[in-house]
């Protein structure tokens, strides 16, 4: 193993973050203010509690996975893709490293950060809401996973785009979508059954829901299928990562 | 002792079918300078990518320091520094953490007074702070050769490391190759100055249409291909070339003023002795006389042409 490679990615893809560090944390800080304005206060107030959680705490973990979400898609993305773009991939390439080291520095790196934003959100929505967390260890599990698997996802757009507007496809067209219908602002049983069927196709749905259960004790779907959800969805990244390093698809001709 | 670089029969096949590399075979002994040269679209850009592992060869192998560049990439990969002939660094980055990113890239740990070294040589430690995006076009390729060079390769390739450079920075370039030839470092570059290959190389190897037409010693390629020119400045300017001088092949010179006779230093006999004896019987008196070696550049041209036709 090159440790000493795989630590030169993870510190130089960190010390981007932190060269925009007020840009990084700022916006989704700010973006999650807004939500609790808009969602919490204005219209939170004439919304009851839901399930016995008052709706402006209840929508906490599903900002949290939304932005943890589309943080780690875009980090991860744009990270492998920027050396693509302006040609320094050929770097990576000519050094003694194989892909499974480079997708460990970029991965590592992507994951860390959204991990971070994700701790910043749920401490902003402290000042807004009182938050408990009833299975503290499956929090961070759940947490850690969301990152894990969405910046090997974000990896993988990254090899895939060929430009800057595929690079925002996916995230734009399918992430954003399928979180905002996947409960992040409301319980699936507040649907018509027929939509409540309809959603249960929705992969993140399972995810939200098994990070709701860490902080409420309440889940729309059995927290065994949201391990299971989030499983599975690690292991499709894990096996498209694979196939790439096999093929050295768009990065290798 | 073995050669550092070991190529056999390399093959580059790209999807659309196009060969890039014809079964190339190439050995390159430790410690040489070698120049490739090639027309644009030859193979020297593909031939590098191979041995460094930025394209797939699709047949034959290659060796550096004995490792195969497949299998064991990682111990022949440690052994390789590139300077690509496309400038590609991170634009918002600066200059020290980029040379900093190669070295661990490289597996290399921490040398702050290694990179130093590095980036003094180069003359880049006033600018070791600045962002790359605020370098000129030569700083920027000064930068490239640093990257290559602070994870202490025993093999750098120099990808046209001159093109579009100014000629103070050029000199710098050939300081530097020169100390690392010094330190036993090997290098192969490639290169549109051909004098330059005249200059600093100890072999020349040509390369066209995905394969090598011929690697030979510098001086002994010149000394074989090179064809000597004599030219004899007339007193009187003549209207054309006297008919008892016909059997020389003499060109006349536009003004008249001047003869010119080739002649082949490897051959039987120069036949000069005889052509100033016969011009002397002509009544021609001379005012000069100088020889000249055809360059390398002509012996290149002369090469690349053969092998189109």
């Given at each position: ?94 050094a ?10 970029y ?26 967390v ?43 979508p ?16 027929a ?17 709701r259960w ?28 694979w ?11 | ?18 060969e ?21 679209g ?15 060869p ?15 990439f ?12 496309e400038?590609?660094?991170?634009p ?37 702070d600045?962002r ?28 046209e ?11 710098d ?5 020169e ?8 290098i ?18 040509v ?7 011929l ?15 004599l ?8 209207d ?16 008249g ?52 036709a």
């Open positions: 193993m090159n440790w000493q490679g795989v630590k030169a990615i993870y510190i130089y893809e960190m010390k981007r973050f932190f060269r925009t560090i007020m840009e990084s944390l700022l916006s989704p800080v700010i973006s999650t203010t807004l939500y609790f304005v808009v969602f919490g206060a204005a219209i939170g107030s004439r919304i009851d509690e839901v399930e016995g959680v008052t709706y402006g705490a209840f929508i906490v973990p599903g900002l949290i996975m939304l932005s943890v979400m589309t943080q780690a898609i875009s980090n991860a993305s744009f990270g492998i893709y920027f050396p693509k773009f302006i040609g320094t991939i050929f770097e990576l390439l000519s003694p490293i194989n892909f499974f080291e480079i997708v460990l520095g991965v590592g790196a992507a994951a860390t950060k959204s991990l971070l934003i994700g701790v910043v959100i749920l401490l902003t929505a402290g000042l807004f809401v009182d938050i408990e009833q299975h503290p260890l499956a929090m961070v599990a759940f947490l850690v996973l969301t990152c894990l698997s969405f910046s090997l996802f974000g990896f993988i757009i990254g090899i895939w785009s060929e430009n800057f507007q595929q690079l925002q496809l996916i995230p734009l067209l399918v992430i954003t399928l979180v905002f219908l996947g409960g992040a602002f409301y319980s699936i049983s507040m649907l018509p059954t939509w409540q069927t309809v959603t249960l196709f929705n992969p993140i749905v399972y995810l939200i829901s098994g990070f860490a902080f409420f004790g309440y889940a729309d779907v059995p927290v065994v299928a949201s391990l299971l959800a989030i499983g599975l969805f690690l292991g499709i990244c894990l096996g498209i990562v196939l790439i390093f096999k093929t050295g698809y768009r990065i290798k001709s | 002792m073995a050669p550092i670089v070991e190529v056999e029969d390399l093959q580059k096949t790209y999807k659309g079918g196009f890039a590399l014809k079964g190339v075979s190439l050995s390159i002994e430790e410690g040489e300078i070698l120049a490739l040269l090639g027309p644009n030859a193979g020297k850009t593909t031939l590098i990518s191979a041995l460094c592992g930025i394209t797939t699709t047949g034959g192998i290659a060796r550096v320091g004995g490792h195969n560049i497949v299998d064991d990682r111990a022949a990969r440690s052994m390789i520094g590139l300077v690509p002939q400038v590609a660094l991170e918002f980055e600066k200059v020290i953490n980029t040379v900093r990113f190669s070295r661990g890239l490289f597996g290399k740990p921490r040398n702050e007074a290694l990179i130093e070294k590095v980036l003094r040589q180069l003359s880049l430690w006033d600018k070791r600045a790359i995006r605020e370098l000129s076009g030569g700083m920027k390729r000064r930068v490239l050769i640093a990257k290559a060079l602070c994870h202490e390769p025993q093999v750098l390739f120099l990808d490391p001159t093109a579009g450079v100014d000629v103070e920075l050029r000199r370039m050939w300081q530097v190759v100390g690392l030839r010094e330190s036993g470092v090997t192969i570059l490639t290169t549109h100055y051909i004098e330059e290959a005249e200059a600093i190389a100890d072999r020349i190897a390369i066209n249409h995905g394969e090598i037409l690697v030979e010693e510098k001086d002994t390629l010149i000394r074989r291909m090179g064809r000597k020119t030219r004899i400045d007339l007193t009187t300017p003549v054309a070339v006297p008919e008892g001088l016909a059997a020389y092949d003499l060109e006349l010179t536009q003004g003023e001047a003869l010119i006779y080739h002649y082949d230093t490897q051959g039987e006999g120069t036949g000069i002795t005889r052509l100033l004896q016969a011009l002397a019987a002509e009544g021609l008196s001379m005012s000069d006389i100088h020889t000249r070696q055809s360059s390398l550049e002509e012996i290149f041209v002369s090469l690349v042409q053969e092998g189109a």
